[in-house]
């Protein structure tokens, strides 16, 4: 059974770095048939893709966030990570890795999430 | 970006009712359409992909429709346990979600 699970810091001071890790076990990240991606919810609010990756360095970002984000995959460590730059409290969110079908495009595995608060 | 408008925000039914949701992306998305059920505290978990296809496991109850710019999301009875938040997700062009739909 294929597991996501992300870490990083919690707490994040504003315009500093927010850098997350999503480990993948139970499966390969090293397939053609997916993307790996981070999607984000404020508190109380909906659900936001920040970006995705392919096991071979392609990226897609979101146009809003694309100054910001980086996203990189580390197939000998089976993870891949976020790198968000410059934040202010409205990155405050908790934050997921998920699986996507390069097909469907749909997200089928998602980790249990990573709050991440922005303050001083 | 193509954006994605999900209504209603939020719904109240009983049990047994028939709830239905909409998403209007703001161009053609072809039938490139996914919904999902959010419980709190906990991650999304996909239903329905390509605007109607149902994932195996998930009950009969749930069906989603349409293609193009206009889709619904359909509950035929409501149960207590589909108390949940619902999102419609395109990937005709990267992803977008739509703002979600919470039924009370």
């Known amino acids: 059974q294929l597991q996501l699970q992300e870490s990083g810091p919690g707490l994040v001071k504003p315009s500093e770095t927010l850098s997350l890790t999503c480990t993948v076990s139970g499966g390969s990240i090293s397939s053609s048939s997916y993307y790996w991606g981070w999607i984000r919810q404020p508190p109380g609010k909906g659900l936001e893709w920040i970006g995705s990756?392919?096991?071979?360095?392609?990226?897609y970002y979101k146009s809003s966030l694309k100054s910001r984000v980086t996203i990189s995959v580390d197939t000998s460590k089976n993870q891949f990570s976020l790198k968000l730059n410059s934040v202010t409290a409205a990155d405050t969110a908790l934050y997921y890795c998920a699986r996507r079908s390069v097909i469907r495009g749909f997200f089928d595995y998602w980790g249990q999430g990573n709050l991440v608060t922005v303050s001083s | 970006d193509i954006q994605m408008t999900q209504s209603p925000s939020s719904l109240s039914a009983s049990v047994g009712d028939r709830v239905t949701i909409t998403c209007q992306a703001s161009?053609?998305?072809?039938?490139?359409l996914n919904w999902y059920q959010q419980k709190p505290g906990k991650a999304p978990k996909l239903l329905i992909y390509?605007?109607?296809n149902l994932v195996t496991g998930v009950p009969s109850r749930f069906s989603g429709s349409g293609s193009g710019t206009d889709f619904t999301f359909t509950i035929s009875s409501l149960q207590p346990e589909d108390i949940a938040t619902y999102y419609c997700q395109q990937y005709d062009t990267l992803v977008t979600f739509g703002g979600g739909t919470k039924v009370e």
């Open positions: 390509d605007a109607s």
């Open positions: 161009r053609d998305i072809s039938n490139y």
């Open positions: 990756m392919s096991y071979s360095g392609s990226t």
